[in-house]
């Protein structure tokens, strides 16, 4: 089976810019998580999605940024306006189960000048 | 903070040595995970075990859960130079919150 997709695969943009991220998820699989990854630690889920609905956005900063998943399917996450400390990985996992074993992306890696 | 945590850090053996890595977790779980990170890539599932389990084997993957000790741990026995990657345990509670804890580097030497 084809893989979650994420792009683009790298993103550089100065401060207060805004940025979009795009994930596919496996096809199938209802449940998709975004999460930050900052270098040297473990990833930190900002929003969840169960189909279009979310579950759990309670760690997002909802000022500068927001996510959709449109009928269910794949989902974007958009950053407006960056600030620097938003330099990260930004990871995209779906799962088939909603406590299910996750399958990541890998990542969009954004740097903020 | 109900993060898991890894404990060490980091960790260098030698190609055939077991590596063992520990997990602690503050509160009462559904699931525990454990996933692998090569570097510049995302995670990779490894094992799922549930707050009902105590231990779970997948080829060279041993991992064990302690509910009363709030702890993991996973042993990779015969360990291979591709083995080297960053693990980290996520812990799922309070309806599908995860929180992954900060890694364990592992480096395996040939």
């Known amino acids: 089976e084809a893989g979650v997709a994420q792009s683009p695969r790298y993103k550089i943009i100065e401060k207060r810019q805004s940025v979009a991220f795009w994930c596919n998820p496996i096809s199938g699989h209802a449940t998709l998580y975004w999460y930050q990854q900052i270098l040297g630690q473990g990833p930190k889920l900002l929003i969840q999605?169960?189909?279009?609905?979310?579950?759990?956005d309670s760690q997002l900063p909802k000022d500068r940024f927001s996510a959709e998943r449109l009928k269910g399917v794949d989902s974007t996450l958009k950053i407006q306006p960056a600030k620097l400390e938003d330099s990260a990985v930004y990871l995209c996992?779906?799962?088939?189960?909603?406590?299910?074993?996750?399958?990541f992306g890998d990542g969009t890696r954004l740097s903020i000048l | 903070s109900q993060q898991g945590e890894e404990d060490p850090q980091a960790l260098s053996i030698q190609e055939g040595e077991n590596a063992t890595m520990n997990c602690s977790y503050k509160?009462?779980?559904?699931?525990l995970q454990w996933y692998r990170q090569n570097s510049g890539r995302g995670l990779v599932h490894l094992i799922l075990i549930r707050s009902n389990e105590r231990e779970k084997h997948s080829g060279r993957l041993r991992v064990t859960l302690d509910t009363s000790k709030k702890s993991s741990s996973l042993l990779i026995t015969a360990s291979r130079a591709a083995d080297t990657a960053s693990y980290f345990c996520a812990t799922d509670w309070n309806f599908n919150k995860f929180y992954f804890g900060s890694g364990t580097k592992l480096n395996v030497k040939p």
């Open positions: 996992a779906s799962s088939l189960e909603e406590r299910g074993a996750q399958h």
């Open positions: 509160t009462s779980i559904n699931n």
């Open positions: 999605f169960q189909n279009n609905g979310v579950v759990d």
